[in-house]
């Protein structure tokens, strides 16, 4: 019996000292544009094959009815032509049962004037909520011409950082 209990009182101290030195993963990098593949409110599928090759990518993550992504919108609109020389990719989590948000979205912002605006749904993968591991919206993460992270926002900055960090790339 005191061997069986001093072998259990071994294991646990093992143990203690095994998780105290156990770190904490690393926040995974988003250096790169992640792969992805998105439902677009015309039920066509947006994935990397449909960037321009060439411009940098503003991938920004929100959600139809997020009264602060749609305050970043208003924002922006006076300044959308200087998105021009960018692909802007507009990713959600809604449910492909509710694409009809995603089209009100567009008609309200008039992104079909803009054919460098995609928009689309993740659901039900969601790699680039994941990717980002996002929390909140808008997430905005910006890449230059070679596909490199420049700058990534977890909340809207304001539209004059937002245009001279798309401005450099």
Excluded: W
Excluded at 2 to 24: D, E, N, P
Excluded at 106 to 129: A, H, S, V
Excluded at 133 to 162: C, S, W
């Amino acid at each position: 019996m005191k061997k069986i209990l001093l072998f259990l009182s071994l294991i646990i101290a093992v143990g203690c000292t095994q998780a105290q030195t156990t770190q904490a993963p690393a926040k995974p990098s988003i250096d790169n544009i992640p792969n992805f593949k998105l439902l677009s409110q015309d039920s066509v599928y947006i994935t990397n094959a449909n960037l321009k090759k060439g411009k940098g990518v503003v991938i920004i993550y929100f959600s139809p009815d997020c009264s602060h992504c749609q305050h970043m919108m208003t924002e922006l609109k006076p300044d959308m032509k200087k998105f021009s020389n960018v692909n802007v990719v507009m990713a959600t989590f809604i449910q492909t049962n509710m694409l009809k948000m995603l089209r009100d979205f567009r008609k309200d912002y008039k992104l079909d004037e803009y054919p460098n605006f995609l928009t689309g749904t993740e659901f039900p993968n969601y790699i680039l909520q994941r990717y980002y591991q996002v929390a909140t919206t808008p997430y905005i993460a910006i890449y230059d011409r070679k596909g490199k992270l420049v700058k990534a926002y977890d909340k809207a900055p304001k539209v004059d950082e937002l245009l001279a960090t798309v401005k450099k790339i």
